[in-house]
Nanobody, 126 residues
Framework: QLQFVESGGSLVQFGGSLRLSCAAS????????IGWFRQAPGEERERVSC???????TYADFVKGRFTISRDNAKNTVFLRMNNLELEDTAVYYC????????????????????WGQGTQVTVSA
């Protein structure tokens, strides 16, 4: 069974940092593009970032320069380092996998994801 276990979400002050982890079990991340999405209350789920098997990355404009996605294939884990957190970053963060070689906003869309994690809550306080 394909599963993700996410961790790292927490309450953090404005301007602080967090690192989210997404560990895969039941399958190898090799051959998958992995993305992070987020969903705030009353909002649609939106793509934050993705990374393909070759390490190519893309980011949504609202996190560029602040967030960094990375993957450790040996540990079957993907990370999202979040710096300079803003109040608007408050959301449940989900990791997601799609069996594709590409990482772009057009390819890594929520409706095309093969496997979702359970989500981890990030709350940024003033």
């Amino acid at each position: 069974q394909l599963q993700f276990v996410e961790s790292g979400g927490s309450l953090v002050q404005f301007g602080g940092s967090l690192r989210l982890s997404c560990a895969a079990s039941g399958f190898s991340l090799d051959g998958y593009t992995i993305g992070w999405f987020r969903q705030a209350p009353g909002e649609e789920r939106e793509r934050v970032s993705c990374i393909n098997r070759d390490g190519e990355t893309t980011y949504a404009d609202f996190v560029k320069g602040r967030f960094t996605i990375s993957r450790d294939n040996a540990k079957n884990t993907v990370f999202l380092r979040m710096n300079n957190l803003e109040l608007e970053d408050t959301a449940v963060y989900y990791c997601a996998a799609r069996r594709t070689a590409f990482c772009s906003a057009a390819v890594m869309v929520a409706s095309a994801v093969d496997t979702w994690g359970q989500g981890t809550q990030v709350t940024v306080s003033a």
